[in-house]
């Protein structure tokens, strides 16, 4: 006998609370936690509604896709310059957002909801928001569209991670030499200009966070994050979010003090013995002594000393996540077009910025320029008075 399958897409709040049993047992990472969720949502000023298409199976719920209903516009970057982008409705996916059975089957059944939702006109485009390349849903989301809705450019992206052993030792030796001779020379060269002046702090309770906080917005205001308008943002918005991830235990944020100075931070995620890295930064005043890789170490050694399993560096080619980490895979951003003039429009707007972004990239490439420009770009974008006299 055939088995019955129903598909129903919800998108009202207050649907979602219904869908918590399902949703939290099949979580895998902090991202896809119902009420980050539901936080993020209220608070997002583009957010229009959620959007979680839930596939039964006989009657009983089998596979979540979680997303959302947002007027934004689409990502537009030449190089480190973003392009104005017009206004559009997007569905976006979350990471870590499709829960339970993920067969080929069901994956191709959650894109038929996804197609029919943009021929409706519900939105302008799909996003996925960095799917695994090796999944189901990555291939299904590249072939299923239409030849002009597709992502034609949906580069991937290295992820990083580190598999922790039970012992800091064992981390030592799971460097190469070359590594762990650098690592232990800028130790001695940090702790040599400040002996007994060094020492790091530790936060994890929402008690714990004002001042550990207004230290770590010391440092961040003087990175090139900073400048680009990422990474670590002292408002409330990220207060709310922060509170959330501490009052379920999840926070574990570090601060090295140089003669009480903060000069570096890490805030990251623990759930289920892997430590995400969310924000990461260091006083450019103090680069001499690579203080971001001393706390990166003091970390290290912390997290294996309290059996977690795995360090998450997220994605990106900076050095320390490629020197460090020890298991890797790839990821990618997928964008669908409705079969609109307005999707269609958008998608063609993409393919001719991406076009002139990789073309010009692969001429700084091939003229050894790209990490010449990039390192004037981070100078430059940093503010004043973290720029080099």
């Known amino acids: 006998m055939a088995d019955q399958i129903a598909v129903r897409v919800v998108r009202a709040f207050d649907e979602v609370e219904g869908l918590r049993p399902v949703w939290t047992a099949w979580q895998r990472i902090a991202d896809a936690d119902i009420d980050y969720y539901l936080l993020t949502l209220q608070s997002s000023p583009t957010c229009l509604r959620p959007h979680i298409i839930v596939l039964y199976r ?15 516009g689409i990502w537009l970057k030449v190089g480190q310059w973003r392009l104005p982008s017009p206004r559009a409705r997007g569905l976006a996916f979350i990471y870590g957002g499709l829960l339970g059975d993920q067969s080929p089957r069901n994956c191709e059944i959650l894109m038929r909801s996804i197609l029919d939702s943009l021929s409706q006109g519900e ?16 291939g299904i989301a590249l072939r299923a569209p239409a030849f002009l809705c597709r992502d034609h450019f949906a580069g991937s992206f290295l992820h990083c991670s580190m598999k922790l052993p039970s012992d800091t030792d064992a981390l030592y ?14 130790a001695r060269h940090l702790l040599a200009a400040y002996p007994d002046r060094t020492r790091i702090a530790s936060f994890q309770e929402v008690e714990e966070m004002e001042d550990a906080l207004a230290d770590v917005e010391r440092v961040a205001q003087k990175t090139y994050q900073r400048g680009l308008g990422v990474g670590f943002k002292n408002d409330p918005a990220f207060h709310q979010s922060l509170a959330l991830t ?9 601060i090295l003090y140089l003669d009480d100075t903060p000069v570096a931070f890490w805030i990251g995620t623990l759930f289920g013995g892997v430590f995400r890295l969310d924000y990461l930064g260091y006083d450019p005043a103090y680069e001499r002594f690579s203080p971001g890789i001393f706390l990166i170490t003091k970390v290290l050694e912390d997290l294996c000393q309290n059996a977690v399993r795995e360090i998450d560096f997220g994605y990106g080619v900076e050095r320390y996540k490629q020197q460090f980490g020890n298991c890797t895979w790839h990821e990618a951003i997928i964008h669908i077009f409705a079969p609109t003039f307005k999707g269609l429009a958008l998608n063609a707007v993409r393919t001719l910025v991406l076009v002139t972004d990789r073309l010009a ?18 100078i430059r974008i940093r503010p004043a008075q973290a720029r080099p006299s």
Do not use: V
Request: glycine residues 6%.
């Open 58 to 72: 006989d009657g009983l719920p089998q596979t979540l896709l979680i997303g959302k209903l947002e007027n934004c």
């Open 123 to 138: 939105a302008d485009f799909a996003l996925f928001n960095k799917l695994k390349t090796d999944s189901s849903l990555h």
């Open 173 to 186: 030796r799971g460097l190469s030499s070359d590594h762990r001779n650098q690592i232990r020379r800028k």
């Open 246 to 254: 501490a009052s379920k235990g999840w926070l574990r944020g570090y």
């Open 361 to 378: 990239r692969t001429i700084l490439e091939r003229t050894k320029l790209l990490p010449k420009l990039k390192r004037a770009w981070r």
